[in-house]
Nanobody
Framework: QEQLVESGGGLVQPGGSLRLSCAASGIIFWANRMAWYRQAPGKQRELVAAISSGGTTNYANSVTGRFTISRDNPKNTVYLQMNSLKPEDTAVYYC?????WGKGTLVTVSS
């Protein structure tokens, strides 16, 4: 069964950090481009960061320099390290890969 399961969300103060994880099962993880998207209340889902099977990364302008996507192929896991978090980063963060979505993890940035 193909599945992506996110973890690591929570409440953090502005300027803080969080690391999200996405564990994949049932897909050929190493061969797939993986990505993180987010959806804030009342807004469309948007691409945050992506990483190719070869490790090439790309980021939304709004997170460049603050967020880092990485992957661990032996663990079938993709990560999103988020630093210098801002209130506008508040959203549900979704993992995507092999044309499937995880259920999301909520990140709230607030003092």
């Amino acid at each position: 069964q193909e599945q992506l399961v996110e973890s690591g969300g929570g409440l953090v103060q502005p300027g803080g950090s969080l690391r999200l994880s996405c564990a994949a099962s049932g897909i050929i993880f190493w061969a797939n481009r993986m990505a993180w998207y987010r959806q804030a209340p009342g807004k469309q889902r948007e691409l945050v960061a992506a990483i190719s099977s070869g490790g090439t990364t790309n980021y939304a302008n709004s997170v460049t320099g603050r967020f880092t996507i990485s992957r661990d192929n032996p663990k079938n896991t993709v990560y999103l390290q988020m630093n210098s978090l801002k209130p506008e980063d508040t959203a549900v963060y979704y993992c995507w890969g092999s044309n499937i979505w995880g259920k999301g993890t909520l990140v709230t940035v607030s003092s």
